[in-house]
């Protein structure tokens, strides 16, 4: 198993639809995920941080199931602005073990259509 | 809003030129990253350092070195650029532990 893989994508919704992505991640000991959002030629920025079950934040809710190993971020209402590339993101170890780094997963591409 | 910066945003050079690409920030982070983003594609760990004087490959092998003499301040360098070597070069930071990175505005190198 990859060390996280998200759904391939894309996904096409109407404005004002629910969408939800899926992430699962290899190392059962993660203890904390991230959701971002990369806009087209930009850089990532953090949209959710993910410590525990769940975040909610307004129309984002990130959900996280320890024991199948997956977070899930679902998007309510959705908004054209919400068009975006969503990039799932596990802190693993490094080699010698000592610190951790980032780990992003491929992305997955929304579109929201008018 | 995230203090770290890159420079040149953009970059057109010939083949054979040594390049350094700059990365700072201003907000005291021990850990910084180095990523390669083709356009449309993931993004892959090139380098990476969680203090001075600490510098690790990344999972992407890169003809690129890094080196970390000051906290703030994690350069980037190529010897002798090649059109392979055409792509984003994204820079972040983050504190010690299980934290979240801040990304930097990226340089979009071009190698002709």
């Known amino acids: 198993r990859k060390e996280v893989e998200q759904d391939p994508g894309p996904f096409n919704v109407p404005e004002g639809a629910t969408v939800a992505f899926n992430c699962t991640y290899s190392?059962?000991?993660?203890?904390?995920f991230f959701w971002y959002r990369q806009d087209c030629r930009k850089e990532p920025k953090l949209l959710m941080s993910?410590?525990?079950s769940g975040n909610e934040d307004g129309r984002f809710t990130a959900q996280l199931n320890r024991a199948s190993q997956y977070i899930s971020l679902l998007i309510r209402d959705s908004k054209l602005s919400d068009s975006a590339t969503y990039l799932c993101v596990v802190p693993s170890r490094n080699s010698g073990g000592s610190n951790y780094k980032l780990t992003f997963g491929k992305g997955t591409l929304l579109t929201v259509n008018p | 809003e995230a203090d770290i910066y890159q420079t040149p945003r953009y970059l057109v050079i010939g083949t054979g030129k040594k390049i350094t690409l700059e990365c700072s920030q201003t907000?005291?982070?021990?850990?910084m990253y180095w990523y390669q983003q083709d356009p449309g594609m993931e993004l892959h760990l090139i380098h990476y350092?969680?203090?001075?004087?600490?510098?690790e490959k990344g999972d992407l092998s890169s003809e690129s070195t890094v080196s970390r003499i000051r906290t703030e301040h994690f350069p980037l360098t190529l010897e002798s650029a090649r059109p392979s070597h055409t792509s984003q070069y994204l820079c972040?930071?983050?504190?010690?532990?299980?934290?979240?990175?801040?990304f930097g505005q990226g340089t979009r190198l071009t190698v002709v």
């Open positions: 190392n059962s000991a993660s203890q904390s």
């Open positions: 907000m005291g982070h021990d850990k």
């Open positions: 972040a930071s983050a504190i010690q532990g299980l934290t979240e990175a801040f």
């Open positions: 993910v410590y525990s």
């Open positions: 350092s969680y203090g001075v004087n600490s510098t």
